[in-house]
């Protein structure tokens, strides 16, 4: 059957670029948002074992799959299915930020992220979801950019909300979480709208 609209953004789009590196600042100093090299395996390691990581990302890892799950990321971009970005601060692997989905056929990328214990509270994770999503719209051509969260995670609602993702509803129990269903927010930055929706 044929579909009667046009991709927004045509097949390619992604792979055409080579994955960025993004230098940005937070308000406690400069941030950097690179690919992700296979040193970074023991941060990711660390990562997971993080109780709020575990809980709201909802996965624990072992050495061998943090591994693996920072070497995957070429093969997302391959794919253009997503793309990972390891965020550094003063030198170490402060957190992530990730297009978990991405439909370039409607423009569209959902993101992802989390900061490691010691580097919590120092607005790195804004900063990296506003680099990231700069560049989504002004280089791939992305017109929506969403994320959720649960609606029992404040810190999350802070960082998508300084970062210029308005609040636009809840879906109820639609995040299995390991205590059960959670109700999620949805937030989004839209390409031609301002972070006040206007
Ligand atoms: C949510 C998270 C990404 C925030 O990252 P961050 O770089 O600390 O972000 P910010 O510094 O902007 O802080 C955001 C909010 O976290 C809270 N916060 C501040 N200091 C904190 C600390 N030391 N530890 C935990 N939370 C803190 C505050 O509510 C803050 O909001 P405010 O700036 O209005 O006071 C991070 O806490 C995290 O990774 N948490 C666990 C995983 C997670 O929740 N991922 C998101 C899933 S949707």
């Known amino acids: 059957m044929p579909v009667l609209v046009a991709p927004e953004l045509p097949a ?13 600042s937070s308000p ?16 990711v390691l660390d990562a997971y074992a993080d109780p709020a990581i575990q809980q709201w990302h909802v996965r624990s890892m072992t050495s061998d799959e943090a591994h693996a799950w920072v070497a995957h990321w070429p093969g997302r971009w391959a794919d253009e299915t997503g793309a990972g970005w390891a965020v550094e601060a003063d030198g170490v692997v402060a957190g992530q930020v990730s297009v978990r989905r991405l439909e370039l056929a409607e423009a569209w990328a959902e993101i992802s992220y989390w900061v490691l214990p010691h580097a919590r509270g120092r607005g790195i994770a804004p900063a990296a979801l506003d680099a990231v999503t700069g560049w989504l719209v002004s280089e791939v051509g992305i017109l929506r950019a969403s ?6 995670n404040p810190a999350s609602c802070r960082v998508a909300t300084k970062a210029g993702y308005l609040p636009e509803g809840t879906l109820r129990r639609q995040g ?23």
């Open 147 to 152: 994320l959720t969260h649960s609606t029992r």
């Open 28 to 43: 406690a100093g400069p941030v950097t948002v690179r690919p992700w090299a296979a040193a970074d395996a023991p941060a």
């Open 12 to 24: 390619g789009r992604l792979t055409r670029l080579a994955q960025p590196t993004l230098a940005t």
């Open 176 to 198: 299995r979480h390991a205590d059960g269903w959670h109700d999620m927010h949805v937030h989004a930055r839209l390409a031609d709208l301002g972070a006040d929706g206007a």
